[in-house]
């Protein structure tokens, strides 16, 4: 049977892989968004839309209107625990089925990072919901690689405060495809998903990937992670977040981050992408 998907966060990293699979498959979905600029590029791929915002109740009332199921995403933030839960109210009183939602490895109600914290708030809401749920709980992003293609372009170097830890990394067109599974497959109801690269790899082995893939060397060079959370606050990060991503940085570089997770192929079927694929894949970005 056929179900509404309502999808959020579409526009973003994730998101927007979850459309594209969504609609390589011709699933019945429904993107949200916020405004009618961000929907113009998704309608013009042939992906319907509905405006709305999480801060927004009314609107979400009415995208909300008929779903079975959602892709719950958003930015993290010590708002996102209202807003997520604001989503997750309207979802109950609508009658939606499940609720898929892209958490964080290692979140827990007492984690030290809010980021953590906050993510564990919105499962726990969804829980007490009663309403069918499947948590992915990825690793890091190897697209967050795609914000160091500056100095990659212009300097063949690397700079990152990780030592020579090595990091469960995942590409998140493996997190879209897990989540695909689950909204549109049965069996993930009540599962939690941890998202993992097929291999942990450091810096260092990022660099080898990057030097094989551009044909130049590009160098990793470890800086402290006093100077990584000043650039940070200079960036304008807001405190709370260079502080949280600075500590998150610290296990990363102490070697204390390179478990990996079998979810993904036992929930796919196919192996995760290695970093040598994302590398390939989107060279176009550090070229
Ligand atoms: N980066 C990592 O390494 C990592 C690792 C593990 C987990 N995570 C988690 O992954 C999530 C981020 O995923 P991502 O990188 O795909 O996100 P992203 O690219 O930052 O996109 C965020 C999406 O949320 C939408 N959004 C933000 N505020 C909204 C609001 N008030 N109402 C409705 N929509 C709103 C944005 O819409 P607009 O286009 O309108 O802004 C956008 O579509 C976070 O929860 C993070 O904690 C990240």
């Known amino acids: 049977m056929k179900s509404n998907i309502l999808v959020t966060g579409a526009t973003g990293t994730i998101g927007s892989f979850v459309c594209e699979q969504l609609k390589n498959i011709n699933a019945d979905f429904t993107a949200l968004v916020r405004s009618e600029e961000k929907a113009a590029p998704l309608n013009q791929k042939g992906i319907k839309t509905v405006i709305g915002d999480f801060s927004d109740t009314a609107s979400l009332e009415n995208a909300l209107s008929g779903m079975d ?133 450091s810096y260092y082995d990022i660099a080898s990937a990057l030097s094989a893939t551009l044909g130049k060397e590009v160098k990793y060079i470890p800086v402290s992670s006093e100077v990584a959370h000043q650039g940070m606050l200079d960036s304008g990060m807001p405190e709370w977040l260079a502080d949280d991503l600075t500590g998150l940085n610290q296990v990363f570089a102490a070697g204390k981050a390179g478990d990996i997770s079998p979810d993904m192929e036992n929930v796919t079927g196919r192996k995760p992408h290695s970093i040598k694929d994302f590398v390939n894949d989107f060279a176009y970005m550090f070229n």
């Not at 690793?139 to 405060?161: C, D, G, R, V, W």
């Not at 020579?164 to 695909?180: F, H, L, S």
Request: glycine share 10%; proline share 4%; hydrophobic share 40%.
């Open 69 to 201: 199921k959602i892709f719950l995403l958003s930015v993290t933030s010590p708002e996102s625990p209202k807003l997520q839960g604001n989503l997750v109210r309207i979802a109950k009183d609508k009658g939606v089925k499940h609720i898929v939602k892209v958490s964080a490895l290692g979140t827990s109600l007492d984690s030290k990072f809010g980021i953590g914290r906050y993510h564990a708030m919105t499962e726990k809401d969804i829980r007490d919901s009663g309403i069918a749920y499947t948590f992915l709980q990825p690793h890091s992003f190897m697209q967050n690689l795609i914000f160091e293609s500056a100095t990659i372009k212009e300097q063949s170097a690397i700079y990152a405060p990780m030592g020579d830890g090595k990091i469960g990394m995942v590409d998140v067109r493996d997190i879209a495809a897990v989540a695909v599974k689950a909204l549109t497959e049965e069996g993930h109801e009540g599962e939690t998903y941890i998202l993992t690269g097929p291999e942990a790899i």
